[in-house]
């Protein structure tokens, strides 16, 4: 049974540092068809594909939040965490990961809202 | 980087009709690279169908998708009261990243 499971805080300050686990259970990150994402939703608005990480530890990051994200895996412990830097009210979402399988993401965590206010 | 542009924004239907989604794309997408999901209130989303035409495990027949190049649909046969919910088409890109679109709600009427 695949399970994907999210943690970390559910409030940041402005300017702060976000940091989010994935702990997956059902396969193994070091599965080479399988990588996982994240994943995020504001409030009544659109997915927004955040990162990627695959199997080889190879990262894949969105464009326009490259420079604020970093992906890593501990295929040992079956986590995925996700650094986000200067978190801005802006960024108060449901941040999701995923399991990627092929082309597609699979399973989803049932996601954790982060509210980003001081 | 390709942009998704899902028509109409809110569909409102009755149980038993058919719906009719659109996902159209900036530029060519390759069909092994489209999926579809459904996501309801307060729920992760769920895959449908991958691969433009794919239904996914445990997926209703009444759920079919098609198309190629820039323009692919989600047709859903005859409404049930479960499948009201917004849905989204996502792309697989040459950039090893992942694009979804707006999305459509789909409402009772």
């Known amino acids: 049974q695949v399970t994907l499971k999210e943690s970390g805080p559910v409030l940041v300050k402005p300017t702060e540092t976000l940091t989010l686990t994935c702990t997956v259970s059902?396969?193994?990150?070091?599965?080479?068809?399988?990588?996982v994402s994240w994943i995020r939703q504001p409030p009544g608005k659109a997915l927004e594909w955040l990162a990627h990480i695959f199997s080889n530890d190879e990262k894949s990051y969105s464009t326009s939040l490259k420079s604020r994200l970093t992906i890593s895996k501990d295929t040992s412990k079956s986590q995925v965490v996700l650094t986000m830097t200067n978190m801005d009210p802006v960024d108060t979402a449901t941040y999701y990961c995923a399991r990627i399988r092929g082309a597609v993401a699979d399973y989803w965590g049932q996601g954790t809202l982060v509210t980003v206010s001081s | 980087e390709i942009v998704l542009t899902q028509s109409p924004g809110t569909l409102s239907l009755s149980p038993g009709e058919r719906a009719t989604l659109s996902c159209r794309a900036s530029?060519?997408?390759?069909?092994?690279?489209l999926a579809w999901y459904q996501q309801k209130p307060g729920q992760a989303p769920r895959l449908l169908i991958y691969g433009a035409s794919s239904r996914a495990t445990g997926i209703p027949d009444r759920f079919s998708g098609s198309g190629s190049g820039t323009d692919f649909t989600l047709t859903i046969s005859r409404l049930e009261p479960e499948d009201f919910a917004v849905y989204y088409c996502q792309q697989y890109g040459s950039s090893r990243s992942l694009t979804f679109g707006g999305g459509t709600k789909v409402e009772i009427k």
């Open positions: 059902g396969f193994s990150l070091s599965n080479a068809r399988m990588g």
């Open positions: 530029q060519s997408v390759s069909s092994s690279y």
